[in-house]
């Protein structure tokens, strides 16, 4: 079965839509991974789980090593690729949740970015994880066997409610279960302005001002985010953008730089370097070299098909409830 369609383009980055079964909401495949090709999916959420083995995931800013039980969360829109970190086996559930379908997971147009990290994790949420992996494993199964479960769309909706709820991007500094939903509206409400209008001039006080706040304490909350300073939100948002121009055009790095709203390259330099933690020139080239490995391997994916898949998902979710037990 082909799960995703490919865009053709001349560029290093090309989008992947999943195509998900009629009615669900969700589709996994269970691979074993070389190398992918840089990709990124317009609304869907992917979730990593790496079931055996370890691989190397770089996912927009970020670059971790995945091991064995752990799971990682790739947002809408954001780059990302695969390569094996050891040489050795592994095996992976590649699982996506389609974000389209439900107005929860969009705030102003734009999408819900998460961070459901193995690699970050607080007390409060270890239990939220086991719940993630407990239903994304069952949905697998219930794929891989063509099963009409009834109780899918219900394990799909809770799925959505428990990433939502624990492992959303206002609770990356959130060191215990209780949210206040204003101030993640609030959270929100900034983040998504600096999204829409990133090619503008923003500063702190009309922004502020336009929502209603005193200038002192719009500072101050923003110190409690993942951010940390309204600088710091502006930049990130700008070299977002600015990854997608550098890994879909030929664009030198100063015409992107102005594009995205920078009034001048080295500062997007010195911005991109801050989060992304290399240049911007390093950034397209890791990619290029991403690109040309997956090109000169004819064996970068292997796809389980759904028959083996099954047996070996069942397999691991009994493996896996043992180790859950025991653990307690």
Request: proline fraction near 2%; glycine fraction near 2%; include cysteine.
């Amino acid at each position: 079965m082909i799960l995703y369609h490919r865009t053709m383009k001349k560029n290093l980055v090309r989008e992947e839509k999943v195509i998900y079964r009629e009615g669900f909401l969700s589709e996994s495949r269970l691979c074993r991974i070389s190398h992918t090709l840089p990709h990124f999916h317009k609304t869907s959420l992917e979730l990593v789980y790496c079931l055996r083995g370890c691989v190397f995931l770089v996912t927009g800013e970020q670059k971790v090593t995945l091991t064995e039980d752990c799971v990682f969360s790739v947002d809408a829109n954001e780059i990302h690729y695969i390569s094996n970190a050891s040489g050795e086996d592994n095996l992976l559930l590649i699982f996506h949740l389609d974000l389209s379908r439900s107005d929860s997971c969009f705030i102003n147009g734009e999408p819900v970015m998460f961070t459901c990290e193995g690699t970050h994790l607080f007390p409060y949420q270890q239990e939220a994880m086991n719940s993630v992996k407990d239903i994304i494993l069952a949905l697998a199964a219930s794929q891989f066997g063509n099963k009409d479960n009834p109780g899918r769309k219900a394990s799909e909706t809770r799925l959505k409610d428990i990433l939502l709820k624990y492992f959303d991007w206002y609770n990356y500094n959130n060191h215990d279960e209780y949210i206040n939903p204003e101030l993640r509206d609030r959270f929100y409400s900034l983040f998504t302005y600096c999204m829409k209008n990133y090619r503008s001039k923003i500063s702190a006080s009309d922004l502020a001002e336009r929502e209603h706040l005193n200038y002192n304490y719009f500072s101050q909350f923003l110190t409690t985010t993942v951010f940390k300073s309204f600088s710091s939100m502006v930049k990130y948002v700008r070299c977002f953008r600015a990854h997608h121009l550098l890994l879909e055009t030929d664009l030198p790095n100063c015409e992107i730089a102005y594009s995205v709203g920078f009034s001048d390259p080295k500062y997007f330099y010195h911005a991109f370097r801050q989060w992304w933690d290399c240049s911007p020139k390093d950034a397209r080239n890791s990619c290029t070299k991403q690109f040309h490995n997956v090109l000169n391997n004819d064996k970068s994916i292997e796809i389980i098909d759904d028959f083996n898949a099954l047996e070996i998902i069942e397999k691991y979710i009994t493996e896996w409830h043992i180790k859950k037990i025991f653990s307690y």
